[in-house]
């Protein structure tokens, strides 16, 4: 309510209440007859002459400087710039219920084969990250790339991550993450700038609430998308797993070109 309460106006909504009528919370200023709303009956309030000598009288709120209009995230780190669709045909989709299962990805099967794609259900047991070094092992050779967008992570995927570096797993990783979790998660984010800078993969933070995982292995684009962060959030996930090389450069480029804006 306004600040400008004075008494009569607060024996006027008194007397409402004690009729049953209920008012709006907000008073708007100046027009404030035309922009007064109630709920009926309390319309029986706009036809009380008092109330509505004292709305006449009450003072206008000082005009408010107009305000440039706020620009979409996607202004903001020049999206129009890249394009934001993509359209194929998939010939062929698996569907796959892992939930429940202590290590979903060894009930995933075989890998998509190019043109495919699997879809997944899981539950809390099953972390974002393990799908990683899952496809890796399914597919028998280390990965050239591993481009990573993710909202959230903890330090225990960033030790994985690490240990997929280490070993050769993962040739080339990058890692995106949302600002929202950078700024609720300082000691997490600051140890993946440390353990994985010191290992060459760059970690960049913006307004991406992207979950995507690609990975080029040989001849092969992997992607896998859906709303799973890295780590657990112990909820019903789901997830699809792609292998398709004109998905895999679509979302390639949106994703350097995100990572570029904001480094």
Do not use: W
């Not at 709006?24 to 319309?43: C, D, E, G, I, R």
């Amino acid at each position: 309510m306004a600040s400008y309460e004075p008494p009569e106006q607060r024996n006027l909504f008194r007397k409402a209440q004690g009729a049953g009528n209920r008012m709006a919370s907000s008073l708007y200023y100046p027009q404030m007859k035309n922009a007064f709303t109630v709920t009926t009956p309390a319309a029986e309030l706009l036809r009380d002459p008092a109330f509505l000598g004292l709305c006449d009288g009450m003072p206008s709120e000082p005009a408010t400087p107009p305000t440039e209009p706020s620009r979409t995230v996607g202004e903001q780190l020049r999206l129009h710039d890249v394009p934001l669709r993509h359209r194929q045909k998939i010939s062929r989709r698996r569907y796959v219920d892992v939930q429940g299962v202590e290590n979903a990805v060894d009930r995933i099967g075989a890998l998509p084969k190019n043109g495919e794609a699997v879809h997944f259900i899981c539950d809390g047991s099953f972390q974002g990250v393990q799908i990683i070094p899952a496809i890796i092992q399914k597919a028998g050779r280390p990965a050239d790339v591993a481009l990573i967008a993710t909202l959230s992570f903890n330090t225990d995927n960033i030790d994985l991550l690490c240990g997929m570096l280490d070993a050769r797993h993962v040739k080339q990783m990058a890692l995106l993450c949302s600002t929202y979790f950078r700024a609720g998660n300082v000691g997490a984010f600051d140890y993946a700038i440390k353990e994985l800078g010191r290992r060459g993969v760059s970690v960049t933070a913006a307004r991406s609430h992207c979950k995507i995982t690609l990975l080029h292995i040989g001849q092969s684009f992997y992607i896998v998308e859906g709303s799973a962060n890295l780590r657990s959030c112990h909820a019903c996930e789901q997830m699809t797993l792609h292998h398709d090389a004109g998905l895999f450069r679509f979302y390639r480029r949106i994703l350097n070109h995100i990572m570029q804006e904001v480094s």
